[in-house]
């Protein structure tokens, strides 16, 4: 039973923060790759972040550099994304997913790459 379950979206104003949660259950979290992405109303499915099953390395979309944070706590099979400084152009739904690949996060693979997904969770930002 592979499943990945988001949470911590919400209604915050610009320059707040909020901290997304994906919880993985069915397998094991560490040896897959994890990526978050957003879509908003109207747009394309877009990479935020995504943290490595090789090496735990870390990338991120040039929009949220420096105000986003991907990081993975092992022991409770769940990767998190500290998103601080949130602007209005942050405002979408957010989803977790996971691949089973170490080169998903280096060859910054699409979303129609990755096998498993979470139903996402809403995140929206007031100017």
């Known amino acids: 039973q592979v499943q990945l379950v988001e949470s911590g979206g919400g209604l915050v104003q610009a320059g707040g923060s909020l901290r997304l949660s994906c919880a993985a259950s069915?397998?094991?979290?560490?040896?897959?790759?994890i990526g978050w992405f957003r879509q908003a109303p109207g747009k394309e499915r877009e990479g935020v972040s995504c943290?490595?099953?090789?090496?735990?390395?870390?990338t991120y979309a040039e929009s949220v550099k420096g105000r986003f944070t991907i990081s993975r706590d092992n022991a409770k099979n769940t990767v998190y994304l500290q998103m601080n400084s949130l602007e209005p152009e942050d405002t979408a739904v957010y989803y977790c997913?996971?691949?089973?690949?170490?080169?998903?996060?280096?060859?910054?693979?699409?979303?129609?790459?990755?096998?498993?997904w979470g139903q996402g969770t809403q995140v929206t930002v007031s100017s």
């Open positions: 069915g397998f094991n979290l560490d040896v897959y790759s």
């Open positions: 997913a996971a691949e089973h690949s170490y080169l998903m996060c280096a060859y910054g693979s699409p979303w129609t790459s990755w096998g498993y």
């Open positions: 943290i490595s099953s090789a090496d735990g390395s870390t």
